[in-house]
């Protein structure tokens, strides 16, 4: 029988680790998961956390729920893989465009599935290109993303994140992309500029960068809605029509990356409709499965999808597509999340047991650590600074988060430290009484770190 340091010793002996100083854990090790249930992982040793990050910002309908289960094994035993390549298709990715294209409103017109919001947001680059290349504007080809912004890993996708972790030492970004100012008012504003200023501000750069580079050369804007691995960055009330506003003016599509808030997360199916952004793309991953299964989907309005479709009719084929592009037990599985999402009514959930996480940790805003309380839904963070007048963050950054996270799962809290600031990201089937333990746990872990710090 493996033991559990025998576990640990492989881990570290055999797998490259995400994210992760690798040093660090050949020093310390794994924290190694077994099972979960609902809202709650449980360790190799059986010790149990809340997962108050949902996974990776991700599993909605919590841990274990048989019916998605039950779902990859009916499909498993149905037709375990086809493609979607040289005119097939199959059922349940057939059932699922439809079904998103639906949520939407219909202001989507059509789905393109990946395996990973990454390759999505990499399809999404090609796409921009190509849909240019068949407009005849082949010098409309740069994209403007946002410093802080997390889009993914992969070459283009990475070259959209706009944090320096996801660049140094990897020659990127790409020499097409451009990053705006990130839309955190606490961080980026003036001395004594509105928040409704500072939205009339970043529209103003936003203009001013696409006329520095030439409008016939900048062809998209991406951007979450409410950013996520950046540190929870909730934009002002008028930041998105504004910036939207400009890039109609100037023929750039609009790319919201709804990877994280997609699904209910803000308390909105999509946060989309929480901000008035009218995307010409979608990109949905992570809450489409519960992240049960890897599936991402780019979805195109017709304005896009009829261009693309001409386009490859005139080449002959749309050169671009995955083994696993539409794979239908990936399909089935979603389609399945989708139905738990909406007979359950986590959307609505997530609004509620929201208001009372929002509430909770606003309570902790007088805190001398807290600089700042944000969040939106079922999304929120708590950043740390050394000096709370002068918002002055700690020396090293980074320092009093990662105190506060390991204080946190020393409480059986499952925290991210994104620097100083602490995110939550809570499955959406958590209950307000559980919301009220996960504030608790956290709140003693502050004051636990806050000694030492």
């Known amino acids: 029988m493996t033991t559990n340091e025998t576990l640990a010793r492989n881990d570290v002996a055999y797998q490259f680790h995400s994210y992760t100083n ?56 149905c037709l375990p893989f086809y493609h979607t390549f040289s005119q097939k298709s199959n059922v349940p990715s057939i059932e699922l465009a439809e079904k998103l294209i639906g949520l939407t409103g219909g202001r989507m ?30 010098a409309k080809k740069k994209i403007i993303a946002r410093k802080r912004g997390y889009h993914g890993v992969t070459v283009a996708s990475a070259s959209l994140t706009g944090l320096e972790g996801n660049h140094r030492s990897f020659d990127l970004p790409l020499p097409q992309i451009r990053h705006a100012r990130c839309p955190h008012w606490y961080r980026e504003g003036l001395p004594g500029e509105t928040e409704t200023a500072f939205a009339d501000r970043l529209a103003a750069e936003l203009e001013a960068l696409i006329l520095e580079e030439g409008p016939d050369t900048v062809a998209a804007f991406i951007g979450e809605p409410v950013m996520g691995a950046g540190g929870v960055v909730v934009p ?61 989907a780019v979805l195109m309005n017709e304005r896009v999808a009829s261009v693309l479709a001409r386009h490859s009719g005139e080449l002959g084929t749309f050169g671009h597509g995955y083994t696993a592009s539409g794979h239908p037990v990936a399909a089935a599985v979603a ?10 009514g986590l959307v609505a959930n997530a609004a509620a047991a929201g208001a009372v996480l929002q509430r909770r940790l606003g309570e902790l805003a007088d805190h001398p650590l807290v600089g700042e309380v944000r969040g939106v839904g079922l999304i929120a963070a708590v950043e740390l600074v050394a000096d709370k007048a002068a918002r002055t963050p700690f020396d090293p950054l ?41 504030a608790d746990r956290f709140a003693q872990s502050l004051e636990e770190a806050a000694k030492t710090l």
Not at 48 to 77: D, K, T
Not at 117 to 134: Q, R
């Open 22 to 77: 690798a040093p660090r854990l050949r020093e310390e090790g794994p924290c190694i998961m077994a099972r979960g249930n609902g809202i709650h992982v449980y360790d190799t040793e059986g010790k149990e956390y809340i997962e108050g990050m949902s996974g990776l910002w991700s599993v909605a309908v919590g841990f274990s729920e048989p019916r998605l289960a039950e779902a990859a094994r009916r499909q498993m035993e």
């Open 109 to 138: 017109a059509q789905a393109f599935f990946t395996n990973s919001g990454s390759e999505a947001n990499d399809t999404i680059v090609k796409m921009v290109w190509y849909y240019n290349n068949a407009l005849g504007r082949p």
């Open 236 to 296: 002002p009330a008028t930041y998105w029509p504004k910036m939207q506003a400009v890039c109609r003016k100037y023929d750039v599509l609009v790319i919201a990356d709804e990877v994280i808030t997609g699904f209910g997360r803000t308390g909105k199916m999509f946060a989309s409709e929480l901000y008035g952004i009218e995307p010409d793309f979608m990109t949905l991953s992570k809450q489409l499965t519960s992240s049960y299964l890897p599936l991402a």
């Open 335 to 344: 389609l399945e999340n989708i139905r738990v999402i909406e007979e359950r």
């Open 398 to 438: 980074g320092k009093a988060g990662a105190q506060v996270v390991r204080r946190a799962q020393d409480n059986g809290l499952i925290l991210r430290g994104i620097q100083d600031s602490l995110a939550f990201c809570p499955p959406l089937i958590i209950t307000e009484a559980q919301v009220e333990t996960l």
